[in-house]
């Protein structure tokens, strides 16, 4: 109000005289010169109210702005200045150390690979693994390595997140105390002196299966130090009755590989090679070549009799169910049939009804003498794996398509007397010091063995384990191991071959490997690994070569020509006495009760024994067969689960089950478990995984599912009989990604037999549903001058082992989310294997389909989408920009394949310190609220194409491989540049059973399949199955 | 006002659109009475304490929703749209009466629609807003819903103009603009009115400020009818494009249940029948309230009640031919939709949807019946809740079990889902009795010119 020329104003001035200062006007218009109006009186006295009042009216005749542009553009300009000195935050005081000499091969971006293997179950699987700036961030398979041929399974991709594992112990402790290892030396040695003094007298070992040679030498040496001291080995799912069935047939430990390249014909007694058998990446690999339709005599056929379904059961052209106890009767019948002699013919009642199928494996087996296998599953008894021997001598199959070496693992013992000896000692205070190599007895020994309870009767327990697991808790002195990614060391593969493990990095918790913990008894504490495991091939290479052949072993991942020799083997005298001795269990014999049911024990399909509990990845893989996540199930038959009344309910919620909750009891003791239905499971059976219900794994792995160790004794180790069954009255929630078991008429995966496919390949594969033409579309299509990325996925290959879906996990930084999470339908894997069943659920066809992106041309997702987060790429990928996505979710709901994920909470995370170094750096890691999916390994195909650029040339075929390719054992998963004719992918489409999935709604996807080829016996196909 | 309408309003139906006995005096102080009363009725006070307190569960919920994300709701996939979109669309449809009755009835030159155009207007208005905030809350990341608008920026993006999201945002602004403006320009003569009899100082300047010195003088009226008669011939598309464009959403997927040209009309029809039902809903209560029965007459009831069954039968007939298509197309997958809603795990709310939306209003066949003010808002509460089942079984049995059934799956929604449609339930009637208390709910200008002394005399 200060400067309006009011009234109040003008009183004001009038008040002092100075409206009309008559002298000073004049003398101001004296002052003038030329014609000078004024318009008012205010104007001619200049009064300077006047002038303001003026400008306010008529802002065009004020005074130039005191505010100039100029002034306003040096304002803004020094505040922007102070503006971005404000944003520059106070560095943390913190000293960073430049690298004084840069290793030699490091540069920022780019991964160096290094070979080394993950030693598991008494096998090894030979890796490279992915470095980033001296970080591992990825497995992928050594194609040298014979286990491997460069794929992967699922422990091999996961076990990079346990080494990340926040969860792994990190401290050596005494009686949960933190002690330095030196405090452990120190404390160690009057116990040796004294035990030296006593010639080892009460000093027991206990190790898991042991195939490394250096830590087999060290053992030699520690027993020859302490002559009295004993070395027990046990492994939950070791192999135990192929040692025995080794033994009866032979009279002595060989371990058989079977040639998958060489057969015409397979018979898997309750065997498993295409899933949970160790090495089954390099028997998925020889069975997936051979059942491509390029070469007709190279057609594999594949019998399943199992007692619990399987991912060989899903693959196999005819499948029996039997109950566990049925096999071996099986097996003996079939054994008369192929000329082992000393067995009787007739069929007991209870396989009765499968003549027919058995007479037509016979016949197909002996046609095929010398070009067939037989092989037996882990669970059955020793006389079945004795009995498969036989059948295989008799066929003429060894050598040829089964071969029979040494052992690998470095002392072979029957690990359930081992550990049972061990136990008793126990007991009876013959141990005062138990040194335990890994492994977990308290958790996975044979329940009647009570282990914790003879654990407490040792005066000194030291445990030596990756994390602080139940066994840890119950020892004095606990040593964090070293993961094999931290480890030096060298194991042996199924093969027999030879690998070093060599360490990608120093151990992050100062852990310590099994060769140091034994060189520590032997009174060497302070040798590294290095130098053990340097030591032996010092002497086995010989000191002149030794550089050069340990540097080629390291640089390979193989020790060449390590691989164990065929070993002729033959049959023990008075085989069919000793096989006749124990008389097959008759099920209605040994089991009053009729209700009762017979038990499967098995490794789960994706945490194995336990061991992978506190493993994210494996947790929320989904079961191959079950889909279930995140804990176990007791599995029964349809018609089981009707006669004993129980239902598996969908409820309202993403893909939530609701089942009963049994309590499971045998030989005296019970369990409380959730009871899935499963199709396909011999009836009067029930199937329960191993690896759940621990209290002790870390924060992910603890209370997950129900503790199958708990039924399992020395007697019963995988197949048991007379358990029961009562039901609870519960109800449990179990978090499935797949409720839906057949394809609801839908034409998705399809499928023809080999025969008919060779006579005409477009009548077998017809379908019904009208395919748009190309053009049929508003938009303009796109033009591909260069690259057009694309993919065929080969489902006569597939075996639904996953090993795709956990590497584009570890790919592609893909989150965990948990149960709750997966119960509500949001899992976030790019790539799902969904499994179907075809026919009667007592027995269906399984088939498996891995679903990830289509890449479509016409993508549905792209047009819906509000922000254009999701665009087509020049190359045709379908890409997608997280941060413009602003999480509409409408491109999900319009993709019809349903592969896109939404991160709906906070999924990954950016906490967990020790998570950050696993990511891997090519991806970006993403945010709340975004959507994501499968982008065809876009860094991938990037970092190829910079290279090509580099070189000038185009992108080799083969030259990018999509990580769910790389990993893929059954080679089932080819990409590559469809726009080049010559390349695998473009050959592959170019097969008659090529087709693309929904192709009726003008999508046109990228990613196509080729439609899955059986190999039925002729014999068998009108009751086709049965 | 042409002389001869009332005459011939009279004669087509037996029933007044004002009771006789009013004068402009007598109009005037019953509506702006309920206005300016000294004292807020305790009624008023206890709806409005219920509304708020939704309103603050709103708060709440969307405090935690933007905290925590959109995973607090049981959207998953394959059903990725829940709550949030079902409710959106609800509104929207609600939306729909308020335009229709001022603008196209307007040109229609209907008089009825003149003492339930106002706070059908309003309802628009509110529920339009109520709308406006789900698509945006239902985002991934809530606080980017503006690159939805094409924005100069310095990314050089736009929005993809090839999604009906894009459409959707454009069709319901505009709808909300034009609605707001319909509506505003309509009140400025009460406005003025309440000005000029409000007895306190703060009502005085503020009714004067939005009454824009309106003082109803012969150029005033001249241009309001103008400015009036424009704004409802550009609000009259609306009314049809809004809903076609928001059942574009659906129809342009290629979901099967969503991919269907019938969207566009049989949304429309909904909307306005969804819209009518809310009227109903509201008016009801309101004239026996505020003792309006005089003005809101049954005329206005036996009307709405009409056009509730008509537009229910054009609803009625879009379900039909939903089914029959699925048959007669022969696609396995329509097919299976269909099959699926009538039989699936979610049979129950499709059999639901039946019966609110098509069985129930059968009875407004029945003069009886409409004539029956407490069956009136019984029926127009049960097509309210029938209307939304119908959005729920489009959204949610399209999605759940679609082309590849290992990605089927089920929905439910959690407490923050129901939170938040009773929250914006909530917001919606706080909003309306807002505006009760401060508005006038009847146009009184507009009802005084139906008064007979209102006809001019050659």
Redesign the interface.
Known sequence: MDDHPTKRDRARAASKGEIFDLPRVRARLGGLRGRQYWRCLEELADNPSFWRHAAREFPSSAPPDAFSRRDFLRLMGASLALAGLGACARRPAEKIVPYVRAPEEIVPGKPLFYATAMPLNGGAIGVLAESHMGRPTKIEGNPAHPSSLGATDIFAQASVLTLYDPDRSQTLSYRGHIRPWSAFVSELAPVLQEKRKKKGQGLRILSETVNSPTLAQQMGALLAAYPGARWHQYEPASRHNGRAGSLLAFGEYVDARYRFDQAQVVLALDADPLGADPGSVRYIRDFARRRRPHDEAAFIRLYAVECSPSNTGAAADHRLPLAPSQIELFARALASRLGVGGMEPQLPPPIERYRDWLEAVARDLKAHAGKSIVMAGERQPATVHALAHAINLALGNSGRTVIYTAPVEARPVDQIESLSALVGDMRAGNVDCLVMLGGNPVYNAPADLNFAEALSKVPLTIHLSLYHNETSYLCQWHIPEAHYLESWSDCRAEDGTVSIIQPLIAPLYGGKTAHEVVAALTGSPNRSSYEIVREYWRARFGAARFETLWERALHDGIVEGSALAPKPVRLVSGFKSRLSSPPPRQREAANPNPEALEIVFAPDPTIGDGRFANNGWLQELPKPLTKLTWENAALVSPATAERLGLKND???????VSVDLVEIAHQGRSVRAPVWIMPGHPDGAITVHLGYGRTRAGRVGTGNGFDAYRLRTTSSLWLGSGVEIGKTGQKHLLAST???F?????D?VRAASFAAYRRDPHLALAHQAHEPKQDESL?PGFRYDGYAWGMAIDLSACVGCNACVVACQAENNIPVVGKE?VL???EMHWL?V???YQGDPENPATSF?P?PCMHCENA?CE??????ATAHSAEGLNDMVYN???????C???C???V???????YADWETPSLKPLRNPDVTVRS????EKCTYCVQRINHAKIEAQKQGRKVRDGEIQTACQQACPAEAIVFGDINDPGSKVSSMKAEPRNYG??TE?N?RPRTTYLARLTHPNPELQSGAKK | MASGQNERAARSAALPVIEPGHSFASVTDKISSIVLARRTPRGWLVGFAVSFALVMLLTAAIAYLLVVGVGIWGVNIPVAWGFAIVNFVWWIGIGHAGTLISAILLLLRQQWRTSINRFAEAMTLFAVACAGLFPILHLGRPWFFYWLLPYPNTMAVWPQFRSPLVWDVFAVLTYFTISLLFWFIGLIPDLATLRDRSRSRVGRVIYGILAMGWRGSAMHWHRYEMAYLLLAGLATPLVVSVHSVVSFDFAVAVLPGWHTTIFPPYFVAGAIYSGFAMVLTLAIPLRAAYGLEDFITMRHLQNMAKVLLATGLIVAYGYMMEAFMAWYSGNPYETFMIANRAGGPYAMFYWALLFCNVAVPQLLWFPRVRASVPALFVIALIVNIGMWLERFIIVITSLHRDFVPSSWGMYAPTFWDWATLFGSIGLFLALMFLFIRFLPMISIFEMRALLPQAEVKP
Not at chain 1, 650 to 656: C, D, E, Q, Y
Not at chain 1, 900 to 906: D, K
Not at chain 1, 928 to 931: D, I, L, N, S
């Open positions: 969908l409820l309202f919620s993403g893909r939530t797949q409720t839906h057949t394809m609801a008429g839908r998705l938009y999470q509500r339908g949001r799902r969904d499994r179907y389909q679903v549905p047009v819906v989408c509000p922000v254009a413009r996505c602003v999480g509409t979710r409408y999900s709901n319009n019809p394949y349903k896109r994920r939404f991160n709906f909470l906070q709340r609220g975004v959507m999935i929904l709604l999508t």
